[in-house]
């Protein structure tokens, strides 16, 4: 068995290599690009009729290496960020048009900055309550509606995007999932300045926006299966950092060198002695490394087959190793820490690292969230009250901020 | 390896797990927590003839099996998920560390194939009035006269010493602290129970008068001896304390799914889901850290002294966590004396001080990685 994949990958690396001898002439072109993506080299790991080979990930290894040896890029990609993210969904939900329209220039290079418009100013926790429209009107989908919190939207070139075409079922049986270029009529993009005074999300506002009927990825009203797809690459290509922490300076395990960090800035501070910041970074000091060491026994329930609950837990502990080690960086730079001049670097990441904290917390669903699904996946108990279930859509109390006067 | 299990280890795991069920149910804790000697002979026996646990990480050559700490580990977690009522903690981990740490030959091949087959219960009686568990605390003296060596003086907090037939007594001689095996029916000994907090983990006074006693290693060499004990056994500790907290957990969320108020399962309200969230993050790390340190326990390596305190400091809060939210969620029932909640209260409680409490521990730890 070993014996006859071992002669497999030997097989493989003979046909890349042949190929690339009669291909690759050292230039690296849209027209190489796209020899490339139709020989299936791109996607090694996609299926035959999705510009792949119907590979492993092992193989896909092999392929991406032989390209190294000689220099050629663009093989193997399809495990980057918005190829897989954008790629994954619509190899296993899109039509054939789609497919061919989409995944070689996803592949290609020629689409590489996409945006998500999934959240929205009515509907953050409650994703699936979202009220932008999209109606059919021969053979495009007329969109309306307000999006929130898109990285990267003011440079993407194409969008993922969430929205209701059915108002007369329950909230998840009436969302549907296209995949749109940006720079149609009625798609205004305006930066959100944020706590930290700096514009990394947006605000998209889409008006009449006519997009066509073939953007539609998977079946009409089955967008929140589609959604599911999409959310685990994005999950996937986030990391989840399991079992990060790297060794320290001299090969040290990092149950010695975990809070460098912090014992720095405390000494930094004349603090190193005292009591209570000793027992603060120590606890903290703590919290990393079981975070880290439940993200290895994640790692190794996963490889041995079978999910792992642990994995849940990681983004929920993270938030409070965060919060905790820069708000005591803040106590420790003391009052420079009431400035928030770039020109003090050190203080000012402190600042800044201090609110950014809440992305962890908040962003990808609040903690409150996953303590919802930590609760109810992993030990079991039931969902609370939900007035909105069963319900159609149409006749639920809509997402939003009640203003004082109640309208 | 650290983050998997053998096949082995996973077996073990299941029979110790499946034998407790069966001889440690809440009826039999409860009966023997009240009785003085706190444990059942039959059981102790049965446990390590047939099953094999006292032996189980005692070298062949002295009776044992020759497993390691991560056996034992997870021995020990299931014990404490069961508030198994019985001298383990003190035999074992205490008592057969020191001798097989002590480098006295003689000394371990009386007592350790006598722990290993079940016919003698063994304890360390280091702490004194004042419950310290450094060696400043150890003051008793012990001298030297032309018969041999007598103690004189008292210990406390001595984990089963009402039942021990061998207490290895920490004592001070003029070259430093050294250890000594005393036969509690030797002259001069006086034993009397401590009324305890938890009274699954039984405590004794035990007291010297001119009692003789027997030098175990080296004279004045007991202070590193120690040291290293005291690591193996936090880090034991921690893996049983981990366990309690998992029971505790589990007790929680069964009652959660099961008692209903305002027309629901009160495991449907959020702030009760939430704390539920947030005890489960706890016990998994808690038992992250257990690991970690039985790992380094097991082999012996320099990062033991760093894992252990971080494991017993985290453990410890971990399961006074796990119990304090039990009863908070079991709501009234949760502070009588008929739900088990309190039991695991006290456990919790009572692990949290033994060995040195998180605060202790994470100064150690501070100091133990160089701060």
């Not at chain 1, 006859?4 to 690296?28: I, P």
């Not at chain 2, 700490?69 to 198994?84: D, S, Y």
């Amino acid at each position: 068995m070993t014996i006859e994949q071992e002669r497999a990958t030997g097989e493989l690396a003979d046909e890349v290599r042949a190929w690339l001898a009669a291909n690759w002439h050292g230039t690296d072109d849209a027209d190489w690009r796209r020899r490339v993506v139709e020989a299936g080299w791109a996607a090694p790991t996609w299926p035959r009729d999705a510009f792949g080979r119907g590979l492993s990930r092992a193989d896909a290894k092999t392929v991406a290496a032989e390209f190294a040896a000689v220099g050629a890029p663009g093989a193997a990609v399809e495990t980057r960020a918005f190829t897989a993210l954008a790629g994954n969904t619509i190899v296993e939900f899109g039509s054939p048009e789609l497919k061919r329209d989409i995944l070689p220039k996803l592949l290609s290079g020629e689409l590489t900055r996409g945006c998500l418009l999934y959240s929205e100013p009515g509907n953050g926790s409650d994703l699936a309550g979202l009220q932008t429209r999209a109606e059919r009107d021969g053979d495009v989908f007329v969109v309306n509606g307000q999006k929130i919190w898109t990285t990267g939207g003011h440079e993407a070139q194409f969008a993922l995007l969430l929205a209701r075409t059915n108002w007369d079922v329950p909230k998840h049986a009436g969302i549907s999932f296209f995949i749109i270029p940006m720079d149609l009529p009625g798609i205004e993009v305006r930066p959100i300045k944020q706590m930290t005074g700096e514009s990394d999300f947006n605000e998209v506002f889409l008006t009449d926006v006519r997009i066509p009927a073939g953007t539609l990825v998977g079946e009409l009203n089955d967008g929140w299966r589609v959604l599911q797809t999409a959310l685990k690459e994005e999950r996937r290509t986030m990391g989840f950092e399991l079992g990060a922490r790297a060794q320290g300076e001299g090969g040290r395990a990092p149950i010695f060198t975990a809070s460098d960090d912090l014992i720095e800035a405390a000494r930094a501070a004349g603090k190193l002695g005292d009591e209570a910041v000793r027992q603060n970074i120590m606890r903290i000091h703590s919290w990393r490394l079981v975070n880290d060491w439940n993200a290895v026994r994640a790692k190794k329930e996963i490889e041995a087959g079978g999910g792992s609950s642990l994995a849940s837990l990681g983004k929920l502990a993270n938030s409070r190793i965060l919060h905790e080690s820069w708000a005591l960086k803040f106590r420790l730079i003391g009052a420079r820490g009431m400035l928030y001049d770039p020109a003090d670097k050190a203080a000012y990441e402190v600042d800044h690292q201090m609110m950014w904290s809440f992305i962890n917390s908040i962003g990808g669903g609040t903690d409150q969230i996953q303590r919802n699904i930590i609760s109810e996946r992993i030990l079991g108990l039931p969902k609370g009250y939900e007035p909105d279930r069963g319900v159609p859509f149409r006749d639920v109390r809509k997402g939003g901020t009640a203003r004082p006067d109640g309208k | 390896m650290f983050g998997s299990f053998t096949e082995d280890q996973l077996q073990l795991r299941e029979l110790v797990r499946d034998y407790l069920r069966d001889k440690s149910p809440e009826s039999e804790v409860r009966r023997l927590m009240a009785t003085d000697e706190g444990y059942d002979p039959a059981v102790w026996t049965q446990m390590a003839r047939e099953v094999g646990l006292q032996g189980l990480a005692i070298p062949e050559q002295y009776g044992g099996q020759g497993a390691g700490w991560t056996e034992l580990g997870i021995v020990l977690e299931e014990m404490g998920r069961a508030l198994l009522c019985a001298p383990f903690f003190s035999t074992v981990v205490l008592a057969a560390t020191t001798l097989l740490e002590s480098g006295d030959e003689e000394a371990k091949q009386q007592y350790l194939p006598a722990i290993a087959d079940g016919s003698l219960i063994a304890t360390v009686a280091l702490t004194e009035e004042d419950g310290r568990w450094d060696d400043s605390g150890i003051t008793v003296p012990a001298t030297h006269t032309p018969d041999g060596w007598t103690l004189s003086g008292a210990k406390h907090f001595v984990l089963d010493g009402l039942t021990a037939n061998l207490v290895i007594v920490p004592a001070r001689t003029a070259s430093g602290i050294s250890l000594f095996a005393v036969d509690p029916a030797a002259a001069g000994v006086t034993r009397r129970p401590s009324i305890t907090l938890d009274e699954t983990r039984k405590l004794a006074v035990v007291e010297f008068d001119t009692t003789p006693a027997r030098l175990i290693g080296a004279e004045g060499g007991g202070g590193p001896v120690l040291r290293r004990v005291l690591n193996f056994a936090a880090v034991a500790l921690a893996a049983e304390q981990t366990g309690g907290a998992q029971a505790a957990l589990d007790m929680s969320v069964e009652y959660l799914k099961t008692r209903v108020q305002f027309g629901q399962v009160i495991g449907a309200f959020q702030a009760l889901k939430h704390m539920a969230a947030d005890v489960l993050i706890e016990v998994e790390s808690a038992r992250s850290a257990a690991y970690y340190a039985l790992e380094a326990a097991a082999q012996d390596n320099d990062e033991l002294p760093v894992a252990a305190s971080l494991a017993k400091a985290y453990c410890s809060e971990a399961f006074v966590t796990a119990a304090h939210q039990n009863i908070q969620f079991h709501g009234g029932m949760g502070f009588t004396w008929e739900v088990p909640a309190h039991l695991y209260y006290k456990r919790a409680r009572s692990s949290e001080v033994f060995l040195g409490d998180a605060f202790a521990h994470r100064e150690a730890l501070a100091q133990r990685i160089g701060v």
